[in-house]
Every structure is written in C-alpha cells, then in structure tokens.
C-alpha cells in the first residue's frame, strides 16, 4: 500500500465529493436539456421569458423572506453532528425545522399580499396576479425542503442529498411537460408548483432515514438558539437578494428595452452557463464549504483548501470550456431550436468568464467560512452594483452580445478585487502552481474563441476537436500528479 501524503489526500476528497455530485449533474442536465427543448418547441422565446420573469420574482421574494437558511444552518448542523451528542443534534434540527416552517409561510404570504403590485412590476400589467397567488404555495414548498437538504447535507448523508436532487429532476421532467404539451403557456404556472411539491416530497423522504431522537425544545431556546443561524443568514440572504435583484432589474430592463423575447435569449443563454457549465461548482459546493469551515481558524489551512479547490475547478472546467466554444452553434440547437442561435456570440464570450469565476469562486467561500458579515455585504453590494452597471451598459451597446462580454468582465474584476480583499484581511495568496495552470488554462480557452470566431466551419472543428483533445490531455496529466489516478483505478479494481 503507498503512501498518500496530505495533499494527496485533500485532492482526492475534493474530487470525491465532486464525482458524486458530478454524476448527479450529468443526470440533471439531461433532464434539463430534454425540458428545455420541449419548453422552447412547445411555448417559444416568449413562453421562456414568462416562466423565467416569474421565476425571478419568485427568486426575490425567497430572497426576502428565507433568511439564508439554507446554507447558514447547514454549518449548525454540521457542528452539531460534529459533537456525536444525539440529544445536541436533535435540538438544532427541530429549531431549525420551526424556523423554516416560520419563513416559508411568511414568503408565501407576502407573495399572495403583493401578487397585484408583482404583475404590475414584472409584467406592467395586473394580467399575471392570480398566476403570482397560485405559485405563492410554491415559496413554503421550497423552504421546507431546503431544510430538509439542510439536514442531509450537514449530517453529510451526500448519497441521500445527491438522490433527492436526481430524482426530483426526473419526476419533475416526467410531470411538467405534458403540462406544456397539453396547456402551452398556461401550463406553466402549475408546472411551477408541481415541481415543487415533488421536490418537497422526496426531500422529506430521504430526510426521514435519518434516526433524529425526538426531543422538546422550549421556545426561549428555540429563539436563543435561533440568533446565530438567523444573524450569518440574514446577511446570507441579504447577499443573495442583491445579487437576484440585480438579475431581475436587468431582466426587467431587457424586457422594456429589448422585448420579452429577448428575455427569452437571455434566460436560454445563461441556462447553459449557469447549469450546463456551472455544474462543477454546485458538484463541489456540496461538501467544500463544509471542510472550508473546519479550518476557518487558520490562514494557511485557509490557503491550501482554497489554491487545491481552484486548481481542480480550474482542470475540470476549462476542457468543457472549450468544447463548448467550439460546437456552440449545435449545442443551440440540440438544447432548444434554430430560432435561438442569435445568442451564440453571447454564449462563447460569457463562457470564458467561468474560468475567471473557477478560481474566485473558491475565494468567495473564505467570507462565508469566516462569517465576517460586514465585509461579506459590502462586497455583494459592490460587485452586483458594477454588475448590474456592466450589463445595461452592454446589452444597450451591442445587444446580447453585449450581456456576453459583461459577464466576461465581471468575473474578471470579481477575480481581481476579491484576490487584493482576501490578501489584506486573511493573507491570502496563490501558489505558483495555480497561476501557472490559471494562465495556461487561459490560453487554451482563448485560443478556442478565436477558432469559434474566425474560421470556417470544417477548419474550425478540425482544430477545435484537437485542441480539445489537447485541453484533456493537459488536464489528465495534472490530475494524475495530484491524485495519481492509475493507483486509484488499481485500488478500485482490487477491492
């Protein structure tokens, strides 16, 4: 048996946790890629925009009202299950099960108060008020089974939690899209809801293998205990809700600009970046911010979790940048029609900002490890404040190719000022082996736009097919360093 080293070690659990969650991904996107090409042939640009505008305001209301929960008490929970003590475990579960509960309704609520004023905002009419009461449910659905995901995650059942979103993602494919085959866009609102509720059901379900003793919590502790998680939550949440309004003004002023169509371009354009290529970060996302956690004491632990993270973002995004670079054109159409290829241009230049958002998103985590909530705020302020600036700027100057290039650069910048923030209050910095596979990476994906750009289409794909074989090779062999992959496989086999 050889010896693994700690870093080996730390490799090998980062890419554990994200081949788990990786799978799952794969799965999901192939469930996404079925819905939104029934979604685009059966309700079009605009059907799109409507399901994407409600969805927005949905997502902001949940802003307001949530309270973060869902990624705050996933660190009480883990602490909690850290002691071993049964009775400990049982009390953050239960406060935190009152607490959602409390938010959901409360979301719900609101949206149902509001509905009239939401329409007139999102749509400028009242036409969608009803359509806003219906999909209120859908805010108390989706809290109780953020909670529920709280519990898995935190207890670390990953297997549990990878399951739960699976299988939400079929059924919800299965249910909802005879709904738009049979209703067009009226079948969107309860799309919406069903969704939902399935994914409720299957939350509480695998929450259900946990043993939790059943414990009485009285509510002086329930609201004592409830401060810590309320408090990094709220900041959380505030955080989020900056970042999703500035995605709903932006959405709203491509409306009025541009048309809802154009919000249907857009909303197709940034599925595929947020969920197609964004899927190593949520694979990973799932147990490093945990592990970053642990170690949020030390600077230098700090520091080598955070390069090792960047590092295997960096070698698994980038040949996927790549591949999407060149076979854009056809990816379009696979995933919806003909009719949506006018955002390719805006599809391969935002794309390269994913590589800049591997190695700050990675950072990012530091601020929520160290709960310092007066820097974290100030930050989410400033940077969707440029975002939002960046992105009316460019769609007004070159359209949605325009939204392409901002998201470029906002990455870039996020990189940027984030890096000089984590220096000077934590001592943060990158190792020489990051900044070489950073630029390197770099390269490979820039040289994959220009062949997207400016050649024609057999030499194009000719030399983006062996660029890509290149991009794999490169990344193999830095990943074998790290994890020394034929070992692994010899280990494997031999159990």
Same mark, same amino acid.
């Given at each position: 048996?050889? %010896? ?7 490799? #090998? ?6 081949s788990l969650f990786g799978g799952v ?31 927005? @305001?949905?997502?902001l209301i949940a802003g307001l009202t ?14 909690? %299950? ?20 409390? @938010? ?21 009419? #009242? ?9 209120? +449910? ?82 002086? #502790? ?8 309320? @408090? ?18 932006? #959405? ?7 048309? +809802? ?6 909303? *197709? ?13 949520? *694979? ?9 956690? *642990? ?34 054109? $056809? ?7 003909? &009719? ?13 900002? &994913? ?10 985590? +530091? ?22 600036? %960046? ?45 070489r596979i950073f630029f390197t990476s770099?390269?490979?994906? $820039? ?7 400016? &050649? ?40």
């Amino acid at each position: 048996m050889s %010896n693994i080293t700690n870093e080996q070690s730390s490799y #090998r659990q980062i890419m554990k946790a994200t081949s788990l969650f990786g799978g799952v991904q794969v799965f999901q996107i192939i469930i996404q890629v079925i819905r939104s090409k029934f979604v685009a042939v059966l309700l079009g640009p605009s059907g799109m925009g409507i399901a994407g505008l409600l969805m927005s @305001t949905i997502g902001l209301i949940a802003g307001l009202t949530n309270f973060g929960l869902g990624t705050s008490a996933v660190k009480n929970v883990a602490e909690a %299950n850290e002691t071993g003590n049964v009775n400990r475990i049982a009390t953050v579960i239960t406060i935190i099960r009152r607490l959602v509960w409390l @938010t959901g309704v409360l979301g719900m609520l609101v949206t149902m108060i509001l509905s009239p004023w939401l329409s007139q905002i999102t749509f400028g009419n #009242r036409n969608y008020t009803l359509a806003f009461i219906w999909i209120s +449910i859908t805010l108390l659905f989706n809290q109780l089974t953020s909670g529920q995901l709280v519990l898995l995650q935190g207890m670390r059942k990953l297997q549990y939690l990878a399951k739960a979103n699976l299988f939400g993602s079929v059924l919800g494919l299965i249910i909802t899209v005879p709904l738009y085959y049979k209703l067009g866009l009226d079948g969107i609102v309860p799309g919406i809801i069903i969704t939902s509720v399935i994914s409720f059901l299957l939350s509480f379900f695998f929450s259900k293998k946990i043993d939790i003793v059943p414990i009485n919590v009285s509510k002086m #502790r329930t609201i004592a205990e409830s401060k810590s998680m309320l @408090t990094m939550g709220f900041m959380i949440s505030l955080s989020g809700l900056i970042t999703i309004g500035a995605a709903y003004i932006v #959405r709203i002023f491509i409306s009025r600009q541009g048309g +809802i169509a154009d919000v249907g371009l857009y909303n *197709a354009g940034f599925v595929i970046i947020e969920t197609y290529v964004g899927m190593v970060f949520t *694979a990973m996302g799932a147990d490093y911010f945990p592990r970053l956690s *642990a170690v949020n004491h030390d600077n230098k632990k700090i520091r080598e979790l955070v390069n090792q993270q960047s590092v295997i973002a960096l070698l698994i995004i980038m040949p996927i940048v790549v591949f999407f670079l060149i076979f854009s054109p $056809i990816i379009i159409q696979l995933l919806y029609s003909k &009719t949506f290829l006018s955002i390719e241009q805006m599809i391969s230049l935002a794309i390269i900002g &994913t590589l800049f958002r591997a190695v700050s998103w990675s950072m990012g985590f +530091i601020l929520f490890a160290k709960s310092d909530s007066k820097l974290f705020i100030m930050t989410a302020l400033g940077f969707n404040s440029i975002f939002l600036l %960046n992105n009316i700027v460019g769609y007004i100057l070159w359209g949605l190719t325009g939204l392409g290039v901002s998201f470029m650069l906002n990455y870039l910048f996020h990189l940027v000022v984030l890096f000089f923030i984590t220096k000077y209050y934590y001592q943060f910095s990158f190792t020489k082996d990051l900044i070489r596979i950073f630029f390197t990476s770099l390269f490979f994906c $820039i040289l994959g736009l220009v062949f997207a750009f400016y &050649t024609h289409n057999m030499f194009k794909y000719l030399l983006g097919i062996l660029l890509i074989i290149a991009t794999l090779v490169f990344s193999y062999l830095e990943l074998d360093k790290r994890l020394k992959i034929k070992e692994l496989i010899l280990n494997y086999i031999n159990k």
